[in-house]
């Protein structure tokens, strides 16, 4: 654990605003190393040359925290009404907070893939916005106990798509599909239930189909949200007379190494497309 003595003070002498992030010296040598940044109560630290980090959780008044929580809440509410385009934010990955970069590096993605994608961190809202098509986006909420988890603009759905091939890949969030996509085709659903539009678009083109969505296993979970979704899709699918395939892992297809989502995926694309 980062010695706390050596960036606390330094912390709380640049009095950070909630969602504030800053790059500063620390004592273990030149440079910007030390990522300070605050979190609600919190304060947190990641020194990039010790490759350590420590938190602080600041006792915060009541009325202080009925106003951080309105205040995010009124920034929640005006992100949803920009329905023209994308909301603007901070593109560059190292002017993020710790929260928001670690939830983008547990997923293995960095900063070529946030251009990619057109991700963006809005610190109003503690969010991560991620672009889904035209006038469409979904917004992460990155801070423990941040909720809703997903917000989006009150404007009709874009279901983004990554990758081409025989069979499609039906997957739960945007993250998955971007690194599904990658050796196959991947379609987000934005959720558990598959779109009509999606529906429709699958009959249409007559293709096999691989489900594809999360292990809710215990002790996290006391429902399998995810395979229960699936089952449903699936009994959906093969009613129409779609061929379908139910993919089951320990972890979110998002997490997954590249090498494992490829020799996971592709031998089921070659079985659905006959070769």
């Known amino acids: 654990m980062l010695d706390r003595e050596s960036w606390l003070p330094l912390a709380l002498r640049l009095s950070l605003k909630d969602g504030e992030h800053r790059r500063v010296n620390h004592n273990c040598g030149g440079?910007?190393?030390?990522?300070?940044?605050?979190?609600?109560?919190?304060?947190?630290?990641?020194?990039?040359?010790?490759?350590?980090?420590?938190?602080?959780?600041?006792?915060?008044?009541p009325g202080v925290r009925l106003k951080r929580l309105a205040d995010r809440a009124t920034a929640d509410d005006s992100l949803r009404v920009q329905t023209q385009g994308t909301p603007e934010g901070i593109r560059d990955i190292s002017q993020w907070p710790t929260p928001a970069r670690l939830w983008f590096a547990r997923a293995g993605l960095h900063a070529g893939d946030v251009g990619r994608l057109g991700a963006r961190f809005v610190p109003s809202s503690q969010r991560v916005v991620l672009p889904c098509g035209p006038?469409?986006?979904?917004?992460?909420?990155?801070?423990?106990?941040?909720?809703?988890?997903?917000?989006?603009?009150?404007?009709?759905?874009?279901?983004?798509?990554?990758?081409?091939?025989?069979?499609?890949?039906?997957?739960?969030?945007?993250?998955?599909?971007?690194?599904?996509?990658?050796?196959?085709?991947?379609?987000?659903?934005?959720?558990?239930?598959?779109?009509?539009?999606?529906?429709?678009?699958?009959?249409?083109?007559?293709?096999?189909?691989?489900?594809?969505?999360?292990?809710?296993?215990?002790?996290?979970?006391?429902i399998n949200r995810g395979q229960v979704a699936a089952r449903k899709i699936i009994k959906q699918l093969r009613g129409a007379g779609v061929e379908v395939r139910n993919i089951v892992t320990d972890v979110d297809p998002k997490l997954l190494h590249y090498a494992q989502i490829k020799g996971i995926l592709c031998p089921i694309v070659s079985l659905a497309s006959g070769s």
């Open 31 to 61: 440079g910007r190393t030390l990522s300070l940044s605050c979190n609600g109560p919190t304060l947190k630290a990641h020194c990039w040359r010790c490759n350590d980090g420590d938190s602080h959780r600041i006792e915060e008044p």
């Open 135 to 222: 006038g469409f986006w979904q917004a992460r909420a990155v801070t423990p106990g941040h909720q809703p988890k997903y917000i989006a603009p009150d404007a009709p759905k874009v279901y983004p798509r990554w990758g081409s091939a025989d069979a499609v890949t039906l997957v739960e969030d945007i993250l998955s599909a971007y690194k599904v996509g990658r050796h196959g085709e991947a379609w987000c659903m934005l959720g558990t239930s598959l779109p009509s539009a999606l529906f429709a678009e699958i009959i249409k083109r007559g293709c096999p189909v691989n489900v594809w969505l999360d292990n809710d296993l215990p002790p996290t979970h006391t």
